[in-house]
Each structure stands twice: as structure tokens, then as C-alpha cells.
């Protein structure tokens, strides 16, 4: 059987922004060169880190600013305090020179990594743990430092999600064993509707608009997606409820975008949501 190809750092980073693969030569894929992209926005990224908890912790050791020395922990407090400092750099993983362009060819952005968070990510198997970074980077996402982390702990899984809102462009990617496993490209609405809106708070002033009686919906009958549109229409509220949705993501859709985010996405989710919150009333809170 011939061995699987291995993807390169810069093969994967390319796959990211659509390069595509001419053919394998049974050890690399050769890739076509990708046209630059002239971006002028900030980039939204999320990367969550989950597997072992020694090695967690020295993912995120090695994430460190170089000028912080690792002193935190093995098993940190979560949420981490206020006065903690940045928690993420490019420079320990991938070390570079001031130059912006030199950056931008190692890193695949020309900054690092500003307006950091970092979580505590969903409760795993015991020895196992997740952490979560939320972050904006300058003009491009980080994917070659991506590729280069999840190259440096293949025992780590990585899903790495960016958004460049001005360039209309979404991704999801998902690193197994140190290689892209997965990647797929989402519209930009989905995507802040899922990252950025605050749901619970959209669906509160939605079950408000939709004029219950006594604020509960009918107990005869199950309430479906088709059913609280078309009581939006009756009571005229569809449209103001697609404006308020429009601003929960900034403002990144258009009229059909946003009314197929609506029916595809936020209703569905939204019923969910509703017939939960009927069960258990402290859901609302």
C-alpha cells in the first residue's frame, strides 16, 4: 500500500484560503500558488486545544508571550484572574523578527495576536482537559502558526474557526495527529450568529414578540419552526425581528442571507430553545 501524503505547514496553510491540490507525489501534495488577498479588517479566530492535561498545559505554556515565563500552574483556576497577562503569543512557537512582512510569511498574519481570551473549554474524561482562545489578529488569520502548533503536538486535537467579516469569509478547520483533517467554509453570518450573538438575549425579546398568553406558548400544540413565523407575520413583528437579528451580527448579511440564516439557523434553534425554557422555567433566567 503506498503511505498517506504528508501535508506540509504550508500546504495546509494554503488549504485554508482555497489553494488548490494539483496532484501527490506520494510523499507531499503539490499546490498551485494562491493569489494574494488584499484584506483591510480585523480577523476573528477561535482555537480550542483539547487532550491530555500535561500536554494541554504545555500547549498552552509554549503559547505564552515570550516574555512571560511559564509560571502558572499545572491545574490553573478557572476562569484565569484579571490580572493575568496576555496568554497568547506567536513568538515562543514560531520566533520571528519585527518586520511585519517576515511575519506575515511565518505566521500567515503581519501581528500578533491582540484582545486574547482564554477559557476553560467543555469538562472532559478524567486526565483529559480543553482550553479555548479567542482572539483578533490583523488583516489575515494565523494559519501557518496554526499549522506549525498543531505539527509541534500532534497528541493534541485542534479546531481552529476564523472569520474575516469584509472579505465575506469563514472557516472551520479541525487538526488530528498533528495534520488538516477537515476544513469547510461557512458564511460569515452563521458564523458570527454562532460566535458573536448573544442568543440566549435574542430569543428572550423573540418570545416576547411573539405575544403569548400569560408569556406561555400553546400547550395543545407543539409549537413548530412554520408556526412562530407565520404568528410573527400575523402580528407584523417578522420584520423588525429580522432587523434585530441583522444587528446581532453587525450587520454582515444581506436581505437573503440573513432571511436563510433566519429559517436555517435561528428559528430552528430558537424552538429548541423555547420548548426547553417551557420545562424548565429557570432556563429563562
Known sequence: TNPKPIITTDAMAMLAFGGSILRSNGQRFQLVSMKRRALHSMCENILTVTGGSRAVHSFTAAAEPLSDVATSPLYPQWPLPTTARNPLSFQRMLPTTEDDLHKEQRWGCPADAESVSLEQGRPRLKGRTSVRYTFETRESPPIKWVCAAAALYPSLDLGYKFSLPEAQEAYELVFLRGRLEYKTRVSVASWLWAHRADRHDFFLRLKMLLNFPDGKSPKK?????????????????????????NSSISGWAGKSRLRKLWRSSVLPEFVVWLHAAEREPAFLA
Open 221 to 245: 400544540k407543539k409549537l413548530k419552526a412554520a408556526d412562530v413565523e407565520a404568528r410573527l407575520l400575523d402580528t407584523g413583528e417578522l420584520a423588525p425581528i429580522l432587523e434585530m437579528l
